[in-house]
């Protein structure tokens, strides 16, 4: 038996709800969880908010892994629901979107841990594992980028004069490549297959372009990256 599976005489928290509208993603998550000593008969698997919302309603959930970015919808919204009608419900974010107020508005809903997609089979797998056991694990990046936030709320929190004006982050190399192909109109499905990644790889450094640039959409991030020298 692998060593990363919980130990048989531990019983597994069932059923599990899992929400998430890509099938590839949905497919890696069943496989961590087969991993973890689930079987699939004890996993309901939902693609929509709408399809999530009718699993719910039917039946309580020991454990939900839930996606925020759906075809119908945020998933903020449906873990508030979850949370208002089980408080005891342990709830994972699974999601590509790491911007602060997303984050943020995930805990606020009542999520109990949040994951970045970009995170490896493991790293998965041992999150699910700390929620099972009671944890309320929050992906590396996003502690340290709340962390990071710490010092200087504290700084200007104290100062009187004018807030002080952090440089922007720089792209890496391949945020950049990824930006340019964004500005050449192709979609995140054209990226992928263009550079030989998955599909949520591309909306991870998506999201990470956003966040750094500061803006909301694929228009404003060329805006903002040829205002900023980094497209030509």
């Known amino acids: 038996m692998s060593k990363n599976v919980l130990p048989a005489t531990q019983i597994l928290p069932s059923p599990v709800l899992l929400v998430e509208d890509e099938f590839p993603i949905q497919e890696r998550l069943l496989k961590i969880m087969r991993d973890l000593g689930y079987t699939t008969e004890v996993i309901r698997v939902a693609g929509t908010l709408a399809d999530a919302r009718r699993l719910a309603a039917a039946q309580r959930f020991a454990l939900a892994l839930v996606d925020l970015g759906l075809p119908d919808g945020n998933g903020c919204d449906f873990i508030a629901e ?3 009608s089980d408080p005891s419900l342990s ?3 699974i999601s590509a979107w790491s911007t602060q107020e997303t984050i943020l508005r995930a805990l606020h809903a009542g999520a109990t841990g949040y994951l970045l997609k970009e995170r490896d089979d493991l790293e998965v797998m041992l999150s699910i594992r700390s929620v099972l056991r ?3 694990p929050i992906d590396p990046f996003i502690a340290r980028h709340i962390l990071a936030e710490l010092p200087q709320a504290k700084e200007e929190s104290a100062d009187t004069g004018p807030a002080r004006v952090v440089p922007p982050s720089v792209l890496t190399a391949r945020e950049a490549q990824i930006l340019a192909l964004v500005a050449d109109g192709k979609s995140n499905r054209d990226i992928a297959e263009h550079l030989l990644i998955s599909r949520y790889t591309v909306e991870c ?3 990470h ?3 750094k640039l ?3 959409s694929r228009t404003k991030a060329i805006n903002e990256g040829r205002l900023r020298g980094l497209l030509k």
């Open 205 to 207: 450094h998506i999201t």
């Open 134 to 136: 009671g944890g309320a």
């Open 91 to 93: 709830i994972l974010v």
């Open 209 to 211: 372009i956003y966040r």
């Open 82 to 84: 979850l949370r208002q």
């Open 214 to 216: 500061e803006v909301s």
